[in-house]
T-cell receptor, first 115, second 112 residues
Framework: NAGVTQTPKFRILKIGQSMTLQCAQD?????MYWYRQDPGMGLKLIYY???????DKGEVPNGYNVSRSTTEDFPLRLELAAPSQTSVYFC??????????????FGPGTRLTVL | AQSVTQLGSHVSVSEGALVLLRCNYS??????LFWYVQYPNQGLQLLLK??????LVKGINGFEAEFKKSETSFHLTKPSAHMSDAAEYFC??????????FGGGTRVLVKP
């Protein structure tokens, strides 16, 4: 299993540009998550999905969009990039076993800089 | 609502010394508690978790944590630090639902 994969690893955007961060998992997990990590702030949840076709907002959804057309893929879209979106983005997935006590599995991250 | 507070954003320990990372949480329902570790330029990996049962939880790499309900704490310890323990550590709480709430993280520096 490759686990959770993310592309690209690094990206520099200009203000106002758009891009999609890709996330895929091959573990047949129902739940998938997008977080952003800023220094000293821990991880903040952007969006999450409990299954194909179902998504919901997290703590910091503004400026982002997601879709979940398959179990494997959960892309994150930035429509109009702003400097405040400079961050490291992590995708994670979780199986649907016992519930909130199950471990989330993380991808390696995408480091995004908006100039 | 749930929240997590990690005391100390940076901790410096000598090799061979005790590692103690503090985590306090708030949750309106019985919590699930996690410690994750992040090595430089990598994603997060699970160290250990508490769901139910024994309150002293053992994890990978010699780490353990104790759930103390009366103190709403889940502190992480390791008796003897190794250079490879240099990383950032995150405490997280999950409750009835699908989401985790993370603390701000504690970066551990190990001095030779």
């Amino acid at each position: 299993n490759a686990g959770v994969t993310q592309t690209p690893k690094f990206r520099i955007l200009k203000i106002g540009q758009s891009m999609t961060l890709q996330c895929a998992q091959d573990m047949n997990h129902n739940y998938m998550y997008w977080y952003r990590q800023d220094p000293g702030m821990g991880l903040k949840l952007i969006y999450y999905s409990v299954g194909a076709g179902i998504t919901d907002k997290g703590e910091v959804p503004n400026g982002y969009n997601v879709s979940r057309s398959t179990t494997e893929d959960f892309p994150l879209r930035l429509e109009l990039a702003a400097p405040s979106q400079t961050s490291v983005y992590f995708c994670a997935s979780r199986p649907r076993k016992t519930g909130a006590g199950d471990e989330q599995f993380f991808g390696p991250g995408t480091r995004l800089t908006v100039l | 609502a749930q929240s997590v507070t990690q005391l100390g954003s940076h901790v410096s320990v000598s090799e061979g010394a005790l590692v103690l990372l503090r985590c306090n949480y708030s949750s309106s329902v019985p919590p699930y508690l996690f410690w994750y570790v992040q090595y430089p330029n990598q994603g997060l990996q699970l160290l250990l978790k508490y769901t139910t049962g024994a309150t002293l939880v053992k994890g990978i790499n010699g780490f353990e944590a104790e759930f103390k309900k009366s103190e709403t704490s889940f502190h992480l310890t390791k008796p003897s630090a190794h250079m490879s323990d240099a990383a950032e550590y995150f405490c997280a709480v999950g409750a009835a639902g699908n989401k985790l709430t993370f603390g701000g993280g504690t970066r551990v520096l190990v001095k030779p």
